[in-house]
C-alpha cells in the first residue's frame, strides 16, 4: 500500500469517526431520564409555589420536547417563555410569529425557578393559585385559559404526559423510581400519620374534625411558619386553605383548616341568618365552605358587604330574581 493510499483511508477513518462522535454527542434525552434528571426541582418549586410538580414536568417535557430542543439546549429555556419584561440575556427564533424574543438562562434550574416566578408574579394566572397542588387537571386546563399555550389541545397534552408517566404521584408525595424524597420530612410524617389519618400533632395539639375537615385551634404562641413545620405543611397551603394572606392576623382560639374547605355546608345547614359583626370571611371558616363557594352560592362578589339578618345560602345555589 502506498502512501497516497494510506494518507487517504486515515482521512477516510478520521472523517467517519468524527461523524460517529457527533451522532453519539446528538443522542436524544428519553422522557424518563428528562423526568429523572428534572423532578426533584419540580417538587421544590411545588414546595416554593404551589405549582403541582406534575405540572411543572409535563409542561418542561413538552415545551422542551424533553429537553432536546434547540431553544432548550442554546437558551436553557425548558417552558417556552417569551421576553416579555426580561431584562437578562436573549434569544430570537420564529415561534406564533418570525423571530420571536426568548428568555435565555445559565441553567436549566435557572429556567425552572423562572417558570415558577413568571407564574407567580404574571397576574393573569393568579386564579390558578386558588387551585390545590394535587388538581393538575384544573392546573393543565387553566392554564390554557390563561393563555400560556394557543394550541386548544394543551391541557390534553399536559394530562397524557401526566398520567402516562405517574407523575401525579409526586404531587401525592409518592416516592417514585424518577424523584426522591427528604427523608426527614418522611420521617416526620411516619411519627405523625398519613395527613388524612392523624389526630395528635408531634407537639401533643389535637386535631380536630368539621365538615368532614380537619383543624386545629390557634393558641397565644402560633403563628402560620410555626403551625406549618408542626403539622409536616407549608405555610402557603394553610393560608389558601383558611382563605388568609401573609398579613392576616391570628386569634387564639381561632380555627385553622390543615385540608381545603369543602364547596357546601353539612348536611341539614341549608341557610345562615347573619350575626351582627360576622363577614363572609367568619362564615366561610364556621360551615368549613370555601369562601369562592359561599359567594357564588349567594350571587355576590368578593367585595359585597353583608347586614346583621342576611340569609345566606349554605348548600343550594341561589337562584337569580325573575324579573
Same mark, same amino acid.
Given at each position: 500500500?502506498? &502512501? ?77 417563555? &417569551? ?15 418570525? =423571530?420571536?424574543?426568548?428568555? &435565555? ?5 435557572? *429556567? %425552572? ?15 390558578? %393559585?386558588?387551585?390545590? *397542588? ?79 375537615? #380537619? ?7 402560633? =403563628? ?21 394572606? =401573609? ?13 381545603? #374547605?369543602?364547596?357546601?355546608?353539612? %348536611? ?32 355576590? =362578589? ?22
Amino acid at each position: 500500500m502506498n &502512501k497516497r493510499v494510506l494518507k487517504i483511508l486515515v482521512v477516510l477513518i478520521l472523517t467517519f469517526s468524527s461523524q460517529i462522535f457527533v451522532i453519539a454527542q446528538e443522542k436524544r434525552i428519553t422522557r424518563k431520564e428528562y423526568i429523572a434528571l428534572y423532578s426533584d426541582w419540580a417538587i421544590r418549586e411545588m414546595k416554593r409555589t404551589g405549582i403541582p410538580a406534575s405540572i411543572t414536568l409535563a409542561q418542561g417535557c413538552l415545551e422542551s420536547d424533553d429537553g432536546n430542543s434547540w431553544l432548550s439546549k442554546e437558551a436553557n429555556n425548558h417552558f417556552g417563555i &417569551k421576553c416579555h419584561t426580561w431584562e437578562g440575556d436573549k434569544v430570537y427564533k420564529d415561534d406564533d410569529a418570525k =423571530n420571536e424574543c426568548f428568555r &435565555k438562562y445559565k441553567s436549566a434550574k435557572e *429556567s %425552572f425557578d423562572d417558570h415558577g416566578d413568571f407564574l407567580l408574579k404574571t397576574k393573569r394566572y393568579a386564579a390558578l %393559585f386558588q387551585l390545590s *397542588s394535587k388538581d393538575y387537571k384544573g392546573w393543565a386546563k387553566g392554564l390554557k385559559e390563561a393563555g400560556y399555550a394557543t394550541n386548544p389541545k394543551y391541557p390534553t397534552l399536559l394530562i397524557k404526559i401526566i398520567e402516562d408517566n405517574k407523575l401525579h404521584e409526586i404531587d401525592e408525595g409518592i416516592k417514585t423510581k424518577s424523584s426522591k424524597t427528604d427523608s426527614s420530612k418522611t420521617k416526620q410524617r411516619k411519627k405523625l400519620g398519613d395527613i388524612d389519618n392523624f389526630a395528635i400533632t408531634s407537639a401533643g395539639r389535637e386535631i380536630k374534625l368539621h365538615n368532614r375537615i #380537619k383543624y386545629i385551634v390557634v393558641k397565644s404562641t402560633d =403563628n402560620f411558619d410555626a403551625m406549618a413545620k408542626e403539622l409536616d405543611m407549608f405555610t402557603w397551603e394553610l393560608l389558601r386553605y383558611n382563605d388568609l394572606t =401573609n398579613d392576616s392576623i391570628l386569634r387564639t382560639g381561632q380555627l385553622i383548616y390543615i385540608q381545603p #374547605k369543602r364547596n357546601k355546608a353539612e %348536611f341539614g345547614k341549608e341557610t345562615h341568618m347573619v350575626k351582627k359583626g360576622e363577614t363572609l370571611n367568619s362564615i366561610s371558616q364556621f360551615y368549613g365552605i370555601k369562601l369562592r363557594k359561599l359567594i357564588i352560592k349567594n350571587n355576590l =362578589n368578593i367585595t359585597d358587604t353583608i347586614k346583621a339578618g342576611d340569609v345566606l345560602n349554605l348548600r343550594k345555589r341561589k337562584m337569580p330574581d325573575k324579573k
